[in-house]
């Protein structure tokens, strides 16, 4: 389903593509900001497009928070934006309040939760991966009161300390609820899989949030589908998935 190109002698200069997702970056891993920063300065100004998918940081409060690392990592944004490369995020569970200050201050895009591009020629689903999950009915009930208007209203009205004791305790709560639960409840669902990918009309998708890298291959209503995971960022261990000339490959970061 994803034949390589036959390429015409004429050299020409190939469209190359970096996924990421889940970096968690916070202020408690100074590691994986360090190794961020070198890959935006390094190795993304080759890429005519970045596609973040989801949980840049491990908690966002709001486009009204300036807290360090946060400055370092906005500028690192803009100047690669600035340099011609095109970024575009998702939110993720972690960082769904990102807004449209953010957007203008780094020069981003924001994306839908569900989104579709051409991608090489084939039509490529990009999301997150939370809502592949189904298995974890609780996270689902919660994720839809915590993606709620009423709840980002309230949430954002108050003061910034109050949001950052918010959030510390959530994650807190959360990494304690998560470490009870059976680790296939946390993977993805395959029949939600295959019928969002129906729904989208999509033979590949390309997901973040589960931290489990893999290039999965199936059948999907008699024809060739493939699902790619991408990788979590932690300490000085990170990888990209680039794909260019229909080829995809993780590179380390």
Known sequence: MFPKRILSSRKRKLP?????????????????????????????????NLYILGDLFDTWIGDDDS???????????????????RIQIQAGNRDFLLGERFAAATGCSLLPEIHVIELEGVQTLLMHGDLLCTDDKEYQQARIMLRSSAFASDFLARPIEERRTIAADYRKRSGEVTSLKADGIMDVNSETVAEIMRQNGVLQLIHGHTHRPKFHTFELDGRAARRIV?????????????VTDNSAVFISC
């Open 16 to 48: 190359i593509n970096f996924f990421i997702s889940d970096l968690h970056l916070s202020q408690e891993q100074p590691g994986t900001i360090q190794l961020f920063l070198r890959f935006l300065q390094q190795q993304a100004p080759q890429a005519d």
């Open 230 to 242: 991408l990788s979590d960022w932690h300490g000085n261990r990170g990888a990209a998935l680039q």
């Open 67 to 85: 807290a360090p690392p946060i400055p370092s990592i906005l500028t690192g944004l803009k100047q690669l934006s600035a340099s011609g490369t």
